[in-house]
């Protein structure tokens, strides 16, 4: 048996803080290995890359999620008592809910919301003298997002709703009052959202058939019993926070764009596949998640490696994103290595891996890249803009990382008489 390599020295929060996307691959590069001890907040655990890992990571006989996220992160990103730490039957089950939620046929219900939504807004932006992308995506989706799941948010709502929501993801990784807003934040939409479930169940309020808000609020778990209502706001919450967090993949695919200006001709020429080729790209080649954590629940050997019981687990979805092992000259944006991809469940993983129905696999996936695609179409197909100067380059540090200005667009016409393709 082999001994795990270790990354020497008392503690490495500061390295993994201060560089969240590239520690463990640059740690595993240093050490010549794909797995290697570290402590991190004082505790051991064990980081590891690339998609023979992913496999691994994703084998739910071997690893669980109760109790795995750190308290700062299931108290604003996750909410207490969601699907992210459950296992096993009970994980199957509520799982079942997500996926009936995001059916085909909803999510395209859901991008054509989006595009309605946005088109309005393109109209409105050609009278603003500039746009800040980040927050004016968040709102569109905030307003199509809610309608789509059945939870409705009056105009006057609409800034302080999504303030809110786009803290629970932007500010979760930060210490401070940023921190202290995201904590608030959760408890204000939980409140907000608890309070709809109750209106649903004394049919005070009747969500839309197969809606977001009318699915959860009657789900039975396993017992029989209905989720308890602070659950179900937290899975209501799970639908709408991270469909809001799309708007960095919007800013990060309008940033792409703006890089490599030659893919606006071929998405205008209707280039067949391009769209979903770009999102892929997008997807794999900008930081979102740094990692995801699950932990050990049993000793077991694998490769020569023992992995004690209840050791806590990194896999590193951007490093895995970028293994040349998996993608030729990963750091170069090649929208293009997508138009013969042979889907495998491990290897891009920005948003987890494995399978969406019987793992702890992200099934907003698909609800991702449609937005991404809507949103490319009109931002190349339906208006002009110019892009000022700026800070654009990409904050390593950010989570998710998108330009440090938010990407500012100025002088947006309607293109084609204001008429946006199919
Ligand atoms: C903004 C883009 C998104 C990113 C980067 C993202 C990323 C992720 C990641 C990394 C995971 C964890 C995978 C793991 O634990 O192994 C996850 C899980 C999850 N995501 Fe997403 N996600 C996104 C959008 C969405 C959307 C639109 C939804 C709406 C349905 C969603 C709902 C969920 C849920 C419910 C889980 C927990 C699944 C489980 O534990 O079984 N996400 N996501």
């Not at 001890?37 to 890992?53: D, F, N, P, S």
């Not at 603003?128 to 709502?157: F, H, K």
């Not at 893919?263 to 067949?272: C, F, H, L, P």
């Not at 951007?318 to 997508?338: A, S």
Request: with cysteine; aromatic share 10%.
């Amino acid at each position: 048996m082999t001994r795990i390599p270790k990354h020497g020295g008392l503690d490495h929060s500061l390295s993994l803080l201060s560089d969240p996307y590239r520690y463990i691959t640059k740690t595993c590069d240093r050490l010549e290995t794909d797995v290697f001890h570290t402590r991190l907040l004082l505790q051991k655990v064990i980081c590891m890359r690339g998609k023979e890992a992913a496999k691994l990571f994703y084998d739910t006989s071997r690893f669980s999620r109760e109790g795995v996220s750190p308290s700062h992160i299931a108290k604003t990103l996750f909410g207490q008592g969601g699907v992210q730490g459950l296992d096993d039957e009970a994980h199957l089950h509520r799982k079942a809910m997500f996926m009936s939620i995001v059916r085909h046929e909803r999510v395209d219900k859901l991008a054509a919301t989006f595009r309605d939504v946005f088109q309005q807004r393109l109209v409105q932006w050609t009278k603003m003298n500039s746009v800040l992308l980040y927050r004016q995506v968040q709102e569109i989706i905030t307003i199509a997002v809610c309608r789509w799941a059945g939870v409705p948010l009056p105009d006057g709502d609409v800034d302080r709703r999504t303030t809110q929501l786009a803290s629970l993801f932007d500010y979760a990784a930060n210490i401070g009052p940023k921190h202290w807003y995201a904590r608030i934040a959760r408890k204000q939409t939980n409140a907000w959202l608890g309070e709809l479930i109750e209106q649903v169940r004394r049919a005070d309020y009747q969500p839309p058939k197969n809606s977001a808000a009318e699915i959860i609020a009657l789900h039975r778990e396993l017992d029989g019993n209905q989720l308890s209502t602070h659950v179900a706001a937290v899975e209501l919450n799970n639908v709408i926070r991270p469909t809001i967090a799309v708007s960095a993949f919007i800013v990060q695919s309008a940033h792409a764009l703006h890089q490599h200006p030659e893919y606006r001709q071929r998405i205008a020429d209707g280039e067949d596949g391009l769209l979903q080729c770009f999102a892929q790209e997008v997807r794999r080649f900008y930081p979102f998640f740094p990692f995801a954590g699950a932990k050990t629940r049993e000793s077991f050997v694998c490769n020569g490696y023992r992995f004690p019981a209840g050791q806590k687990v990194l896999l590193d979805l951007y490093g895995t994103d970028h293994d040349p092992r998996i993608w030729e000259l990963p750091d170069k944006f090649d929208p293009d290595r997508f138009k013969n991809w042979q889907r495998c469940p491990f290897s891009l993983i920005p948003q987890g891996g494995g399978d969406y129905a019987t793992n702890h696999r992200c099934p907003g996936e698909p609800i991702a890249i449609e937005l991404m695609k809507v949103a490319l179409d009109l931002l190349v197909n339906y208006c002009q803009y110019e892009v000022p100067e700026q800070e654009l380059a990409i904050d390593m540090r950010r989570m998710p990382a998108i330009p440090a200005s938010g990407f500012t667009i100025m002088k947006l016409n309607l293109a084609n008489g204001g008429k946006a393709s199919a």
